[in-house]
């Protein structure tokens, strides 16, 4: 299933925006930075789709901020790709997800989202293993 779709189609319905193959096409680019089509993951949001989120369609966001002297990787956005699984939006300062339990999440990890993606990968790769 294309989760990023998915959530394109339920925006659209819920601003009263006609759901067709048009309308796909205009904002799935406009609201998400990874615009291939994926099972899972790539749920990154475009500047145009947090306002979209936040002003147009008025949904909760958390904000968790980067630890101090955070540098964001090609490793990290990989991670963040695989591991999110809510839209979300990358800020210089910090993230943003639409999801309260992914926010309590990232706070655990005090916004470390290095560290974050580095358990879960190990989880994964635990529970391929066994």
């Excluded at 959530?7 to 925006?17: V, W």
């Excluded at 500047?47 to 101090?68: C, M, N, Q, S």
Aim: hydrophobic share 35%.
């Amino acid at each position: 299933m294309n989760w990023k779709e998915v959530y394109t189609k339920i925006f659209l319905k819920q601003a009263n925006i006609s759901v067709t193959e048009a309308s796909l096409k205009e904002y799935i680019p406009l609201w998400w930075q990874n615009t291939r089509s994926k099972d899972f993951g790539g749920l990154r949001l475009t500047d145009e789709g947090l306002r979209f989120v936040t002003e147009d369609l008025k949904l909760d966001t958390y904000d968790i901020p980067y630890p101090a002297n955070f540098e964001i990787t090609t490793q990290v956005i990989i991670f963040l790709d695989q591991f999110i699984d809510c839209p979300y939006y990358m800020g210089r300062n910090g993230i943003t997800v639409t999801n309260e339990k992914k926010a309590l999440e990232l706070h655990l990890f005090s916004g470390d989202i290095r560290k974050y993606g580095l358990i879960k990968a190990m989880k994964r790769q635990k529970n391929e293993d066994d």
